[in-house]
């Protein structure tokens, strides 16, 4: 909560909190057009998809985790125990770390295609 307050402080802070606000959501929850337009776009995309979520989440109920997942059949899910709506702010160590171990499953060679790898020799050595 005084983290959240902290960054409500900044007026550059409040206003893209408003403007998300506005293009997601009504009174009532978030616009189907958004939620329907951002599924399809992603159910038609072979892009690997992590769903997370807080089992304590008052803002999504930890029961739409289901519809979420039906929505897309390939994702990924990890729950948060005794987490709500914001994991990443509330357990950021644990958070960084599913985010790590996804993404270090998609990105090793074993699983980039052949024009992924032949791109990726043609970049520096960071080391």
């Not at 702010?89 to 171990?101: L, T």
Request: proline share 7%; net charge negative.
């Amino acid at each position: 909560v005084a983290h959240a307050l902290a960054l409500s402080r900044r007026a550059s802070h409040r206003k893209t909190l408003l403007d998300v606000a506005r293009d997601l959501g009504t009174i009532t929850g978030v616009r189907a057009e958004w939620r329907s337009e951002l599924l399809a776009a992603l159910a038609h995309r072979d892009v690997p998809a992590l769903v997370v979520w807080g089992d304590h989440d008052h803002i999504l109920p930890f029961n739409h985790l289901e519809a979420a997942l039906a929505a897309l059949p390939g994702a990924e899910s990890h729950v948060f125990a005794n987490t709500g709506h914001m994991p990443q702010i509330e357990r950021p160590d644990e958070f960084a770390a599913v985010v790590e171990d996804f993404l270090g499953r998609r990105t090793s060679p074993a699983t980039q295609s052949p024009a992924t790898q032949a791109g990726a020799e043609l970049l520096p050595d960071p080391a």
